[in-house]
């Protein structure tokens, strides 16, 4: 499947090629992803309605979020996250808590490593939280507030020593969905995310 320019642009806000304050041109993002202008145009557009783009006079630049707006992003994913552990808990198949247990366990191994590498691993293992919630409503929920997250200047797994600390508390919440705990999961994924603001 061919990704349309909107996703295009979209994935490269998240990987971080361009950044909060970035003027994104259309005939430059064009020319990159060798679509025509037009869907560039459309795309641009749609991101802005989205505040994930801004205007600065007349150029159009990767939004930035303010304090205010971050506590309530911040406000909005810890609860919608501690809802998908919860979900998860009640809902996950046993192939679905082995990937978990085994996405902690293989993430022991980048400790030390590459901020980026961990950050990845991180939303690869909220990612497969979400999907285990087995609720489609919840999961889109959370790809809206995971790609405000691109928004932020870094992530949290920068912070020194806060990845392995982040590691353990993955540990706790995998072993409470392991435990069909929905209260402990619903907290300790909650916790996670207030440590990380």
């Given at each position: 499947?061919?990704?349309?320019?909107?996703?295009l642009i979209l994935e490269a806000i998240d990987a971080g090629l361009y950044k909060p304050g970035d003027r994104l041109v259309e005939s430059e993002l064009a020319e990159?992803?060798?679509?025509?202008?037009?869907?560039?145009?459309?795309?641009?557009?749609r991101l802005e309605t989205q505040s994930m783009l801004t205007?600065?006079?007349?150029?159009?630049?990767?939004?930035?979020l303010d304090h205010?707006?971050?506590?309530?992003?911040?406000?909005v994913r810890t609860e919608l996250e501690g809802l998908a552990a919860r979900l998860a808990a009640r809902h996950a198949?046993?192939?679905?808590?082995?990937?978990?247990?085994?996405?902690v366990d293989e993430d022991k191994a980048l400790l030390g490593g590459d901020p980026r590498t961990l950050s990845r691993a991180n939303?690869?293992?909220?990612k497969q939280i979400h999907l285990a919630s087995h609720n489609r409503f919840l999961v889109q929920q959370l790809?809206?507030?995971?790609?405000?997250?691109?928004?932020m200047a870094t992530t949290s797994f920068a912070a020194e020593g806060r990845d392995a600390i982040g590691l353990a508390e993955h540990d706790a919440i995998v072993a409470a969905i392991e435990t069909r705990d929905g209260e402990a999961a619903y907290q300790a994924l909650r916790g996670h995310i207030s440590k990380a603001f």
């Open positions: 499947m061919q990704k349309d320019a909107y996703t990159r992803f060798g679509v025509s202008r037009t869907p560039v145009r459309e795309a641009l557009q205007r600065d006079g007349r150029s159009l630049i990767v939004a930035s205010n707006q971050l506590a309530e992003l911040y406000a198949t046993e192939e679905e808590m082995r990937v978990l247990r085994s996405m939303k690869r293992f909220h790809d809206l507030v995971h790609r405000s997250m691109a928004l």
